[in-house]
């Protein structure tokens, strides 16, 4: 069954913790993408990439981190610098030329 | 960059009206306008996309036109039912491109 898993689906953080948000899929697509929905602002981008070992920042990266070692994973850590990160978390992947995206399930974190 | 304006915030309408969605852009050279459904607590879905080389395409009860002229598309929902109740995203982007820039989102409520 193809798809895009994240986990964990709920995560609490500690002041002053890093925590790492897994996204894999199996959907064989090049580009994935981590997205932070809070309640009405939508959905806005924090980094993606398109091609194993390269990625980019996208419009809310700092405090944030990611790598892209293979095709099928791309996770993001949520460092102590980010001041506000509790928020609802999307990751999504897409075949290359910017088709329509798919989305995990998404991470709900929650700092304590 | 890309910047996407969504109207309404909410949206309420009876049972069997229509719906309408409008979303404006400011890249003109984004020629790609996807629309996702995002149940409550569930991930967003695509449920219809259209490339800028076609003004209007249908799909049974949903339909979206695009005007690249004024950079402004829509989201048609006809005969709507309860659960057309959810919150839907447009998006905007370039299919030479790497990322969509998505709308505030539109909570839909339909009442019976």
């Known amino acids: 069954d193809g798809g895009i898993t994240q986990s964990p689906k709920y995560l609490f953080r500690k002041e002053g913790q890093n925590v790492t948000l897994s996204c894999e899929q199996n959907?064989?697509?090049?580009?994935m993408y981590w997205y932070r929905q809070d309640p009405g602002q939508g959905l806005r981008l924090i980094y993606y990439s398109q091609i194993v070992n390269d990625f980019q920042k996208g419009d809310i990266a700092e405090g944030y981190s990611v790598s892209r070692e293979k095709k099928e994973s791309f996770p993001l850590t949520v460092t102590s610098a980010q001041k506000n990160p509790t928020a609802f978390y999307l990751c999504?992947?897409?075949?290359?030329?910017?088709?329509?995206?798919?989305f995990g399930s998404g991470t709900r974190l929650t700092v304590v | 960059g890309e910047n996407v304006e969504q109207h309404p915030s909410t949206l309420s309408v009876q049972e069997g009206d229509s719906a309408v969605i409008k979303c404006t852009y400011s890249d003109s050279a984004s020629n790609y306008f996807p629309w996702y459904k995002q149940e409550l607590g569930k991930r967003p879905q695509l449920i219809i996309d259209i490339r800028s080389n076609v003004g209007e395409k249908k799909d049974q009860r949903i339909a979206v036109t695009l005007n690249k002229t004024a950079k402004h598309f829509s989201l048609h929902i006809t005969e709507t039912q309860p659960e057309d109740s959810a919150v839907y995203f447009c998006?905007?982007?370039?299919?030479?491109?790497?990322?969509?820039?998505f709308g505030e989102g539109t909570q839909l409520t339909v009442n019976p």
């Open positions: 999504a992947s897409s075949e290359g030329g910017l088709y329509g995206y798919t």
């Open positions: 959907l064989n697509h090049d580009a």
């Open positions: 998006a905007a982007g370039r299919t030479s491109g790497s990322r969509l820039t």
